[in-house]
């Protein structure tokens, strides 16, 4: 027996030993610069190595700037649509066709001119494959000649222009099944190599169409992130992407830099009362206290968001009252006055919650105001916020227990139990995916409390099938409150948004990113590449 | 004055024999273990919670084990955390003490009963053990419970198999065979010849299946079963404080594995002198 001990031992006084060198390590060293007009980066770590490649077809590049590839439309660093390969757009007076010009002056990496063919030909073979991008609204693309593409659509649909910013254009005459693992594009960066696992390699495109980028060769390396600090201290790595735990570390020579985000994290707060339905794979549905609008309505205005960001999040996010907040599409009037506790009990005890038994925690005939709250196991950030909002609600007479969860039992718990979830998406489909009741669908995360409004149902309904985004705007907006109903805190309040988070990066002091478009879920950093170059002293 | 007291002390000691002073030793590091029980049972919830103020503060007067990334003492986690280890242990070394018992008094009834009892011990020895634990804990839905239960579960097989070897030999005994012959009958023999024997086994088998029951526990919520990572576990502890290493918060892994180490040896060191005592062959020593 006591050999067996020594083992286990034997970690802990290693695990010590580490700790008490760790701390000896931490002054910075000077790096080893490269050329420079190189740049390393350790980022994408959020959406990480693509599995299947840089294939825009199943989804490289969606939500992110593809380099290798170019799309027909960006947004900008306030969301607002701007033309790449496009020139110009119109869309049919009833919203069916789409017919987009682009520029004939662009080649492919093997000399090969782009022409609207190639459009074509790829939305009809992304809307064929089973990719990451969802193109069922879309009957065909032709090209009516070489600079005109014209997409015909099943019904209209606002958010298809978000496609046509998703999707990089692959080239016809070499489009393979194996593309993804040497793709040719028309972007401003060739594809060189891949070492699966270890990092991707591209360099500049010198016949690209736009600015020519600063950096001629850009290594992508994929790490960790507390592995990505390490090598940026030892000066491998010019740019990495770090946890928020390293946000005040000091590295010599390095500056670390605080981009916002359209990333908002918020509680679901399901709705629906538990009747004891079972959901088909037998969990329960609907939650009793959370069903009852007065706690969702108390918590939304009880909790101090402002303190959220400061503590929890240190300072790097915004607060966020609807979850799109930063997007063209919030509506302004739905958002309110936080922090405020007094009102948040008197909601409470005007809806009969009273502290009965004297335990500090409100109760209403015989049901105590207490639910779970689950967060997934593996994210920091959503457990700092989890477990600062339970010790606020606590303060409004709300017991909330928190709970580290993976993602496939909060998959099956969501319909009956708070969770906290991270949304940033441009497209305001995510809007509708979200809050209508026809959109419920665990399995891609969508609507997941199965929040049911038919008011917010027929604004979201007609701000989709808008003809383009300027008219669906305004019913996008109508959806979170028309003055009546909604799905923000003024209507049914069925989501406590929080705050949206920052993405953190440390990277070498004389980069200057310039402006940062606007910045999605899991960060789109190369947004902007073509403005990045190192300021010479 | 306190060097009077200390000369004292060491007076005192010197007078004691050794049987007074390994008792002494075992009566202060059970006193030390309980003292960490008691005190995480009693401890203040609001000295567990977030202060985003004092976040990453080193090891002061205030804070003795340092603040984490949430600004929560760390004295007062790896004092929960340790008052978990210690129950788990607990619970543990009484289920394993009990499972053992009576498994090895079957194992003392016949030839059928020993083969099953050896076939269950080996089969619970063919799977790895931490395995077992995570298998256990997961089946019965996680949390908690599901680790005290798994690593309570799992810790008898070595046990049993002590106490089985123990029955053997005393079954070679001429008083056994003389009571067989008298028409006694297997459980009269077991209860009234086998079972004093083996009381001093049980004994020390359970102390020293204490600290296994501690270490598994730590490794198992280490790897992120059981708890949720917000709890004070002293497994979790541990492999959070892993991800500040490199930004240079030695303390968050440092004092928690010290104060484990130090919960580990003190049963170490009372089963060890037990042994001492209850054993005749050394007790002389």
């Known amino acids: 027996m006591k050999k067996q001990l020594s083992f286990p031992l034997l970690i802990i006084l290693l695990l010590g030993l580490v700790a008490v060198s760790g701390c000896a390590d931490s002054a910075g060293k000077t790096g080893v610069h490269m050329a420079s007009d190189e740049l390393v980066a350790a980022v994408g770590t959020h959406g990480g190595e693509p599995e299947s490649g840089f294939d825009p077809i199943t989804g490289w590049g969606y939500n992110h700037e593809p380099l290798v590839q170019s799309t027909l439309f960006k947004r900008d660093s306030n969301a607002a649509v701007v033309n790449d390969l496009a020139t110009d757009h119109t869309i049919s007076e009833d919203g069916l066709v789409w017919t987009v010009n682009i520029r004939d002056d662009v080649k492919f990496h093997d000399g090969v001119a782009l022409t609207a063919g190639d459009v074509a030909f790829t939305f009809n073979k992304a809307a064929m494959s089973a990719g990451r991008v969802d193109l069922t609204m879309l009957e065909k693309a032709t090209a009516i000649d070489d600079d005109t593409v014209e997409f015909i659509l099943r019904n209209p649909q606002s958010t298809f222009i978000n496609k046509l910013i998703g999707v990089g254009i692959v080239p016809e005459h070499a489009y393979t099944s194996s593309y993804g693992q ?120 009880g909790i101090d968001r402002q303190s959220l960001v400061k503590g929890p999040l240190n300072g790097h996010g915004a607060v966020e009252f609807t979850g799109v907040d930063k997007l063209p599409w919030v509506n302004k009037e739905a958002i309110f006055e936080d922090g405020n506790i007094e009102e948040a009990r008197r909601i ?16 209403k005939n015989g049901v105590k105001a207490e639910f779970t709250l689950l967060y997934a196991s593996s994210a920091q950030d959503r457990q700092a916020l989890a477990v600062a909002v339970s010790e606020q609600a606590k303060k409004m007479g709300i017991n909330i227990k928190v709970e580290g969860a993976s993602w496939d039992k909060i998959q099956n718990m969501a319909i009956s139990t708070p969770v906290v979830f991270k949304y940033g998406d441009i497209d305001p489909t ?29 604004h979201l309904k007609t701000a989709i099938t808008s003809p383009d985004e300027e008219t669906a705007i305004e019913y996008w907006q109508l959806a979170a409150w028309d003055g009546e109903t909604g799905y923000s805190e003024k209507g049914d309040a069925p989501w406590l948004w929080m705050a949206s988070i920052n993405y953190l990066y440390i990277m070498d002091e004389d980069l200057d990113i310039g402006t940062p478009v606007i910045q999605p879920h899991g960060g789109n950093i190369f947004g902007n590449i073509l403005e990045w170059k190192r300021i010479e002293n | 004055m306190s060097t009077s007291v200390a000369l004292n002390g060491k007076g005192m000691l010197r007078g004691l024999n050794l049987r007074q002073r390994t008792i002494l030793l075992i009566s202060l590091m059970s006193l030390l273990l309980m003292t960490v029980l008691a005190s995480s049972l009693y401890i203040d919830s609001s000295s567990l919670s977030t202060n985003f103020d004092s976040r990453n503060l080193a090891p002061s007067l205030e804070h003795p084990f340092g603040t984490d990334w949430m600004g929560r003492d760390m004295f007062a986690r790896t004092l929960t955390g340790l008052g978990l280890s210690i129950m788990v242990g607990a619970f543990a070394s009484a289920i394993s003490t009990f499972v053992s018992v009576v498994l090895g008094l079957l194992s003392s009834m016949g030839r059928a009963a020993d083969s099953f009892v050896s076939w269950l011990v080996d089969l619970f020895l ?52 003389i009571s067989r012959n008298f028409g006694k009958s297997n459980w009269w023999i077991a209860r009234k010849h086998i079972l004093p024997h083996l009381v001093p086994q049980f004994l020390l088998g359970m102390i020293l299946v204490f600290p296994h029951a501690i270490l598994h526990e730590a490794s198992v919520t280490f790897l992120g079963f059981g708890l949720s990572p917000h ?48 054993d005749p062959r050394k007790a002389h020593e």
Not at chain 2, 232 to 245: F, K, N, Q, T
Not at chain 2, 257 to 271: N, Q, T, Y
């Open chain 1, 348 to 363: 409470l005890q005007d809806a009969g919650w009273v502290d009965t038994d004297g335990d500090g925690i409100l109760e």
């Open chain 1, 430 to 458: 995510d809007v509708y995916l979200r809050y209508h009741s026809e959109s419920y669908d665990p399995s891609n995360w969508n609507n997941m409390i199965r929040y049911s409004n038919p008011v917010v149902d027929a």
């Open chain 1, 182 to 301: 040497n793709p040719v594009g028309s972007g401003p960066y060739m594809f060189k190599q891949w070492n699966k696992g270890q990092q991707v390699i591209f360099e500049a495109n010198p016949d690209y169409y736009g600015q020519q980028p600063y950096f001629k060769k850009l290594t992508i390396v994929y790490m960790e992130g507390d592995t990505a600090f390490a090598a940026v201290k030892a000066g491998q790595v010019d740019l990495a992407e770090i946890p928020h735990t390293y946000a005040n570390q000091v590295v010599n020579g390095r500056k670390i830099v605080s981009l916002e985000t359209i990333e908002a994290c918020g509680i679901t707060l399901p709705t629906e009362p538990n009747t004891g339905e079972k959901t088909a794979d037998g969990y329960p549905v609907g939650n009793t206290v959370t069903s009852d609008i007065a706690i969702r309505k108390a918590l939304n205005i």
């Open chain 2, 231 to 278: 709890e004070p576990a002293i497994g979790i502890i541990l492999s959070e404080s892993m991800r500040y290493l490199a930004a240079g918060y030695w303390w968050l892994a440092f004092f928690p594995g010290m104060s484990l180490l130090i919960v580990v040896l003190a049963v170490d060191v009372i089963g060890e002198n037990l042994g001492k005592i209850m």
């Open chain 2, 126 to 177: 063919s799977i790895p053990h931490l395995l077992l634990i995570i298998l256990i804990s997961i089946g019965l839905g996680g949390g908690a419970t599901g680790v005290i239960i798994g690593v309570g579960l799992t810790h008898w097989t070595s046990l049993t198999r002590v106490v089985r070897a123990e029955i053997k030999q005393i079954n070679t005994q001429d008083y056994i065979h």
